[in-house]
């Protein structure tokens, strides 16, 4: 099973809108309602931002958004703060043997 | 708040089993889905399977099914994850995380396991 495709990386100057996409199959983003994204900065464990494609978790800030359309789901961070910058990883639920597939992750630098 | 803490560091020869574990405190710990996922360093994530605290039911990756072992002690809200057969590529950080079993809703520190002869 081949991972969910993110680009590799993604800069923005503060104050500034990004946009990460994930693309995936049929049998993944594209079939079910069941797409994560987490932040991670260098050292440190994982941090949900959006799931279920796009909702918030509570102490998230409302400049993450996450959205799908067919196959390929979005991350969008508005107003860029010099803390957004870190890694950035997609996820979905998959019909496959996996059940849960990852995409390679997204460098965001904030320039 | 919600807490997991994870097991220390391991070291490993190729052909060992490791055991890390994940104590939960914070929330009711049969309420939600125990995730391992591990990460290569610098690599992406890699989930490996989910337990169901509750029921004991589980659901691993493919590429780890006949090797990994997931189960928990509730009695002390603890889950663990048992990898056999090591080899050097399963050198990583391995993270339980709390959530429902399509989304990791909190994550452990980490444990790093090398496997190295």
């Known amino acids: 099973q081949s991972a969910l495709t993110q680009p590799a990386s993604v800069s923005g100057s503060p104050g500034q809108s990004i946009t990460i996409s994930c693309t995936g199959t049929?049998?993944?983003?594209?079939?079910?309602?069941?797409v994560s994204w987490y932040q991670q900065h260098p050292g440190k464990a994982p941090k949900l931002m959006i799931y279920?494609?796009?909702n918030r978790p509570s102490g998230v800030p409302d400049r993450f958004s996450g959205s799908k359309s067919g196959n390929t789901a979005s991350l969008t961070i508005s107003g860029l703060q010099a803390e957004d910058e870190a890694d950035y990883y997609c996820?979905?639920?998959?019909?496959?043997?996996?059940?849960?597939?990852f995409g390679g992750g997204t460098k965001l630098t904030v320039l | 708040q919600v807490q997991l803490v994870q097991s220390g560091a391991e070291v490993k020869k190729p052909g060992a089993s490791v055991k890390v574990s994940c104590k939960a405190s914070?929330?009711?710990?049969?309420?939600?889905?125990i995730n391992w996922v591990r990460q290569a360093t610098g690599q992406g994530l890699e989930w490996m399977g989910w337990?169901?605290?509750?029921?004991?039911?589980?659901g691993y990756a493919q590429k780890f099914q006949g090797r990994v072992t997931m189960t928990r002690n509730t009695s002390i809200s603890t889950a663990y994850m048992e990898l056999s057969s090591l080899r050097s590529e399963d050198t990583a950080v391995y993270y339980c995380?709390?959530?429902?079993?399509?989304?990791?809703?909190?994550w452990g520190q980490g444990t790093l396991v090398t496997v190295s002869s």
């Open positions: 337990m169901n605290p509750n029921s004991g039911n589980t």
């Open positions: 995380a709390r959530g429902s079993s399509t989304s990791c809703y909190s």
């Open positions: 914070g929330y009711t710990f049969t309420s939600y889905d």
């Open positions: 279920e494609v796009s």
């Open positions: 996820s979905s639920y998959t019909s496959s043997s996996i059940h849960v597939v």
């Open positions: 049929s049998s993944d983003v594209g079939g079910y309602n069941y």
